[in-house]
């Protein structure tokens, strides 16, 4: 199996920023691509910013210019430093990465889930 924990969000006011982090842990036979993805209440997860283990990104246009996305492949850690918060950026934000566990035998790769962290931004 393949664990990922969240860290670094909290409370923050209009303008300010946060980074936070999340690291995979486990049988990790390879981790492929990486993301974050937020969910506010009464809306659908979406995705906010994705990295691939060769370092290519992507963003939702809601956050390009504010957020940006990195990562440590040697340690399985990404990270999304958050700038220029604003109201609407709150949400819980959960990591997700694409990964080969070492127990399937078949080395498939499959989709892994952070518990989420709280982002919350004041106006």
């Known amino acids: 199996q393949v664990h990922l924990v969240e860290s670094g969000g909290g409370l923050v006011q209009a303008g300010g920023s946060l980074r936070l982090s999340c690291a995979a842990s486990g049988s990790i036979f390879r981790v492929d691509a990486m993301g974050w993805y937020r969910q506010a209440p009464g809306n659908q997860r979406e995705l906010v910013a994705a990295?691939?283990?060769?370092?290519?990104?992507n963003y939702a246009d809601s956050v390009k210019g504010r957020f940006t996305i990195s990562r440590d492949n040697a340690k399985n850690i990404v990270y999304l430093q958050m700038n220029s918060l604003k109201p609407e950026d709150t949400a819980v934000y959960y990591c997700?990465?694409?990964?080969?566990?070492?127990?399937?035998?078949?080395?498939?790769?499959?989709?892994?889930w952070g518990q989420g962290t709280q982002v919350t931004v004041s106006s």
């Open positions: 997700n990465a694409e990964a080969i566990s070492m127990t399937d035998k078949l080395y498939r790769a499959r989709d892994y």
């Open positions: 990295i691939t283990s060769g370092g290519s990104t």
